[in-house]
């Protein structure tokens, strides 16, 4: 367990500047529901095959948010965010008044004084488009700017602040390399063109709204610090390879516009003409931290780690981090890292960084009063602001997520929702936690 934090009324969260964005997220297919009015996605057929899903669960109704987006406004206005962060289903999209359902929420939202801040990709996948060859093939990062133009066209007048992909590097390991996601791909390494492509999508995407005049443009990729199992020489070079494959290898071509040495040549098509693309500018940079990583090298047989099947092949392996507390998925709780990851950042890249958001931090935990979650957030916010004070430009904090949902291979069992949903009545009951937080934002003149 988690050792409690002090109130925050009587340790308040230190005070972020001016202009902080306060705000959390969501995704479409984890929460919309409504799955006979869209196309179907990549995760309809990933779910519909036995044994991916633990609790052999389906994301056809979720929260059902399509039909109850309104009640779920009102949990926000009553929240007092600044910001709501969701994404927009492409297979939604595709089919007849699929845009409609995004102009109500983005209406609803507006009205309650919130900013709505879209993400154009977050996993779901058209199958019309993976039956092409999906993110193996070049061509899907076209489709994937064509789709957004598309919406900006549409939701432009109203949303100025987007966001191309979520967590690219997840998308690529779980879905294509390991199998453990949609479409369930395992490619090991021969997966590094869906990287590219998604990546290249990101740049296109970048072109694309940029001509439609958007100036707000961000990516949320994940990110955490790797530590080494040990100092010994084989842990280091396990330890830097994973750190390039998940963090560098998504950060570096979009923020210095080269791949780490030696990935590049790895890379399908023109990479060179395709890095200018990549590395288009943006307005800020999201970051999604959960926890560090400890790596060592490979140990010669499969190992079971957080619930993934890490094959022995892989040139290194993951270890347990001991000496932390861990939420309910097992992952260990350390706020100290969030500042470690963010100061390293910002000397990797330097000037090259631009302003950092949050754009997910959250945990899984049972109960109502979720005195363990008020204990997470009160500590990374509060590394947050460490690394604030290091001298990394902030600029926003988004919690996942508002609500409990469909977590993806898990389906039901875990539940990071500052507001508790019962999925046979859909009901939606705040925690403990959405009470801390609405103080904290009120506190900071959210």
Not at 59 to 68: I, K, T
Not at 93 to 102: H, K, M
Not at 336 to 359: C, K, N, Q, S, W
């Given at each position: ?162 966001i191309t992909l979520n967590e690219p590097a997840e998308h690529t390991l779980l ?272």
């Amino acid at each position: 367990m988690i050792a409690r934090m002090a109130n925050t009324a009587t340790n308040p969260i230190p005070q972020f500047p001016a202009g902080f964005l306060w705000g959390v997220s969501t995704s479409a297919h984890q929460i919309e529901g409504a799955a006979d009015k869209r196309d179907p996605s990549v995760w309809d057929a990933f779910t519909a095959e036995p044994g991916h899903i633990k609790d052999n669960s389906t994301a056809a109704v979720a929260c059902d948010h399509y039909h109850r987006y309104p009640e779920d406004v009102a949990l926000l206005r009553d929240l007092g965010v600044d910001a709501y962060r969701f994404s927009v289903s492409w297979p939604r999209v595709n089919s007849p008044g699929g845009l409609d359902f995004y102009d109500r929420l983005v209406d609803e939202l507006t009205a309650a004084g919130i900013r709505p801040v879209p993400t154009l990709f977050h996993w779901d996948l058209p199958v019309s488009v993976e039956e092409t060859g999906g993110w193996l093939n070049r061509d899907t990062a076209e489709r994937f700017a064509e789709y957004a133009a598309v919406v900006v066209d549409r939701l432009g007048d109203r949303t100025s602040k987007w966001i191309t992909l979520n967590e690219p590097a997840e998308h690529t390991l779980l879905g294509h390399a390991l199998g453990a996601h949609a479409p369930g791909k395992q490619l090991l390494f021969d997966s590094l063109p869906v990287a590219h492509h998604q990546l290249l999508g990101h740049g296109l995407t970048v072109r694309a709204l940029r001509a439609a005049g958007v100036t707000d443009i961000g990516i949320a990729n994940s990110h955490g610090p790797t530590w080494p199992a040990s100092q010994e020489p084989e842990d280091l070079e396990a330890a830097g390879f994973y750190d390039l494959l998940l963090n560098r290898l998504f950060a570096d071509p979009v923020l210095t516009g080269q791949y780490p040495d030696g990935l590049g040549e790895l890379m399908p098509g023109d990479v060179e003409a395709d890095l200018k693309v990549i590395s288009e500018p943006i307005d800020w940079y999201g970051i999604n931290y959960y926890a560090p990583t400890r790596v060592g090298a490979p140990q010669g047989a499969e190992i079971e780690f957080g619930g993934l099947t890490m094959p022995a092949e892989l040139p290194f392996s993951v270890r347990e981090i001991e000496g932390y507390p861990v939420t309910d998925f097992g992952w260990p709780v350390v706020p100290e890292a969030l500042t470690e990851l963010l100061v390293d950042f910002r000397e990797r890249y330097g000037d090259r960084l631009p302003p950092v958001v949050i754009t997910e931090n959250g945990c899984s935990y049972e109960g109502l009063d979720d005195q363990d979650r008020i204990a997470y957030l009160d500590g990374h916010l509060r590394a947050l602001h460490r690394a604030s004070d290091q001298g990394v430009d902030v600029r926003g904090y988004f919690v996942w997520s508002l609500l409990d949902n469909f977590e993806w291979a898990e389906g039901y069992a875990r539940r990071f929702g500052l507001v508790h949903v019962d999925f046979d009545t859909l009901k939606r009951t705040p925690k403990a936690s959405y009470g801390w937080l609405r103080d904290v934002i009120r506190t900071q003149g959210g």
